[in-house]
């Protein structure tokens, strides 16, 4: 009933648009729809999240033809404005780009005459609804909504429905469906669950840029686990993300009790759960990692890397000599280029493929290295190779395999693994702040062009062997001083001619 109260309060309200776009638009909307004796009507996604009591991020409106001509009246109404082309020869469309306002406005699609039979043609119901600008400025209110689909009512529930030939009419609404989902909370009914599964394989024709973008919204959900799920459950990720699929039934060894292909599913859980409450995890580096995460494109990089990590897994399997246990040595290189592939196929940046890629190849580091801290402490030789590999991303190396430990629950999993990292990360930060940043912050003892000048070579890649090993021994303490350095390649370019 209360969601009932507030839908119908929404309505009643609706009229007020000078709450959420400047009054000079919506004044100059209506004259220039007077002066053309059409109606204009506010549509879509704008009256949804009106009713929803969200801020429309733009204003999207239809008329019933013309709809370039008519974004050409009003930037001169508007005494100003930026024209942006959207529409393609069957659908005429047009931006007017306003002191940072998009206002989108589309002639009927279809060919159709009236608002009902241009609504119809839309995907959902939730955005098939719409209001005269006129009719509001006459002041009719919550009548001027027409919903010819029950768009209301699936608001009220919380519903997703789809219209008839959706799919058909543009397949990556079946993705959208799932964008809807994880941002609106709305749950997709089963006939429109049925619909995406037998239309699933058409989201293969859809441009790549198109679904990237559907699933980074899903991805910047609190959601998103559950979300891919369900696009799991009625085969449409799989026409998405094969490779991920490439691990089901591949059983592992003891410490997991999933098979590769759910394993990746629950890391992915695992790390959702963790970006809620990272300090929870790492206390000892809480302001670092809450820092680490204000970035959304971290964020988001963090959860396909939880999703794809072990993705190489099927193409490195293996087994041991006596063939009493399955391998997958090499699978985190394995699994870096296979989601490179995958990210490069969806068009994704270059840095966030890269960022996401780097902590796939990485996120075994820190279990290698709990291996050897169970015998003596991690050295800051050792911590400044892994805080070399994994540059501003440390923080995310620990949280990825902090997810990884948690997805596994076998039997012969090392009691104590997640308190184990948990050191190691204390560790390795305190290594860090000690030893590696104040060695880091100054200038170095020796240059390249020192290395030409003092001793006569010629750059190669002898330069980085030489320069990274007197970095590590700087934050070792063993090298301290330009003039320290000097003796150390002294020494170390004599052994090499000797």
Known sequence: MEKESKL??????????SASFPDIVIEALISVARNRSTEIYCVGGTVRDWLLGKQPNDLDLTVSRDAELFCRELMRELRGGTYVQLGTEEEEAARVVWNGLDIDISSFRGNTITIEDDLALRDFSINGLAVGLTALADGVGAKAIIDPMRGLADLQSGSLHHFP?????????????FRFMATLGFEICEETKSAIAENAEAITTVAAERVHYELDKIMLSSESSNVLWAMHKTGLLKHIIPELYEGSGVKQPGFHHLDVFHHNFQA?????RLLKQPSVIYPHCANEITQYLECDRVRVCLKWAALLHDVGKPAAQGETADE???T?????EIGKKQFEGFARRLKWSNEDRDRAAGL???????FHLCTVQRQKKISPRAALKLCRKAGEDLHGVFLLAMSDSLASLGELKPEDIEEELVHLYRDVTDIYREHILPALSGPPLLGGSDLIRE?????????????????????EGQVNTRDDALAWVEKFLSRQQG
């Open 455 to 475: 001793f006569g070579l010629t750059p190669g890649p002898i330069f980085s062997e030489i320069l990274d090993e007197l970095q590590s021994l700087q934050v």
């Open 8 to 17: 119908h309060e929404r309505m009643e309200s609706i009229g007020n648009l």
């Open 328 to 332: 997958f040595y090499g699978h985190d």
């Open 324 to 326: 009493s246990r399955v």
């Open 268 to 272: 992915l859980r695992e790390m959702e």
């Open 165 to 177: 030939k959706a799919f058909e009419n543009d397949p990556l609404r079946l993705v959208r469906a």
């Open 360 to 366: 796939i190849a990485m996120h075994m580091h820190p």
